[in-house]
């Protein structure tokens, strides 16, 4: 029960976070840091659709992977919600 008091209290702190975000960058540090905090994960990257193309905009990583390269939709392994 107390880690489950820790976890919503630490998601409510991402959320404020997240919401109170100056600019877009600092927003996808924001999501980065919370992403791998949350998953466990070695990264996490924010990735923007810009027309046909899939546009890695940032990354949060034990190593750098794809930051700043674009690539066709079709061979990005994403689920962009349409």
Same mark, same amino acid.
């Given at each position: $029960?107390?880690?489950? /008091?820790?976890? =919503? !209290?630490?998601?409510?702190? *991402? *959320? +404020?976070? /997240? #919401?109170?975000?100056?600019?877009? @960058? *600092? /927003? $996808? =540090?924001?999501?980065?840091?919370?992403? +791998?905090?949350?998953?466990?994960? @070695?990264?996490? =990257?924010?990735? /923007? !659709?810009?027309?046909?193309? #899939?546009?890695?905009?940032?990354?949060? &990583?034990?190593?750098?992977?794809? !930051?700043?390269? +674009?690539?066709?939709? #079709? &061979? #990005?392994?994403?689920?962009?919600?349409?």
């Amino acid at each position: $029960m107390a880690d489950d /008091l820790q976890a =919503t !209290k630490r998601l409510v702190e *991402i *959320i +404020r976070d /997240l #919401c109170l975000a100056p600019s877009l @960058d *600092i /927003l $996808m =540090t924001l999501v980065g840091v919370a992403a +791998r905090e949350l998953t466990h994960a @070695d990264g996490a =990257t924010f990735v /923007l !659709k810009e027309g046909d193309q #899939c546009f890695y905009a940032h990354e949060n &990583s034990v190593a750098p992977l794809w !930051k700043g390269q +674009r690539f066709p939709l #079709c &061979s #990005c392994n994403l689920w962009l919600g349409y």
